[in-house]
T-cell receptor
Framework: AQSVTQLDSHVSVSEGTPVLLRCNYS??????LFWYVQHPNKGLQLLLK??????LVKGINGFEAEFKKSETSFHLTKPSAHMSDAAEYFC???????????FGTGTRLKVLA | EAGVAQSPRYKIIEKRQSVAFWCNPI?????LYWYQQILGQGPKLLIQ????????DSQLPKDRFSAERLKGVDSTLKIQPAKLEDSAVYLC?????????????FGPGTRLTVL
């Protein structure tokens, strides 16, 4: 069965410094992987998705993620954090059989001025 | 394009009362999902519809939760009677289809508080 593990429940960075949010997945098949962001009182918004094309995926707002099969990882990065990046981030794997979304437990990103 | 609409945005009820949530998906999206997101956790799928048929309701507590999608468009999720542990945000999402490449679009959610 597919699963995802988000390794940090909270991450704090200073504005202008790099962001790294870590996600490991477990899948018997070639997975579809997603990163979503959830701002307070807002719906989930797709940042980027990996669907077996390029392993380096670029998303919105300067975020990108690299699919590493050997490490079963799909970490989210951004070169320079902005105050508006403060939010909850979810790593998601799509179950290969049913295509159900399986969410990680989330990482809350705090950006310090 | 208009996004996924949900109402109400907030609801406070007492335990054993009933409550209903409404969702209007993006036009043309055949697949509709209801998720429950408990504070501090990721969303958990409750039920998935393909047009007006149920694809997966394995995680839906059927003794108290029910959902329908009339005419394959709007959907309602009902809880009767509510328990304290039902306090959560209920998210509706829709997608064009059900393949792993289909992005799900989420509504803003309904925050339910059961007292």
């Amino acid at each position: 069965a597919q699963s995802v593990t988000q390794l940090d429940s909270h991450v704090s960075v200073s504005e202008g410094t790099p962001v790294l949010l870590r996600c490991n997945y477990s899948s018997s098949y070639s997975p579809s992987l997603f990163w979503y962001v959830q701002h307070p009182n807002k719906g989930l918004q797709l940042l980027l998705k990996y669907t077996s094309a390029a392993t380096l995926v670029k998303g919105i707002n300067g975020f990108e993620a690299e699919f590493k099969k050997s490490e079963t990882s799909f970490h989210l990065t951004k070169p320079s954090a902005h105050m508006s990046d403060a939010a909850e981030y979810f790593c998601v794997v799509s179950d290969q059989g049913t295509y159900k979304y399986i969410f990680g437990t989330g990482t809350r990103l705090k950006v310090l001025a | 394009e208009a996004g996924v609409a949900q109402s109400p945005r907030y609801k406070i009820i007492e335990k054993r009362q009933s409550v209903a949530f409404w969702c209007n998906p993006i036009s043309g999206h055949a697949t509709l999902y209801w998720y429950q997101q408990i504070l501090g956790q990721g969303p958990k799928l409750l039920i998935q519809f393909q047009n007006n048929g149920v694809v997966d309701d394995s995680q839906l507590p059927k003794d108290r939760f029910s959902a329908e999608r009339l005419k394959g468009v709007d959907s309602t999720l009902k809880i009767q009677p509510a328990k304290l542990e039902d306090s959560a945000v209920y998210l509706c999402a829709s997608s064009l289809g059900t393949s792993g490449w289909n992005e799900q679009f989420f509504g803003p959610g309904t925050r339910l508080t059961v007292l």
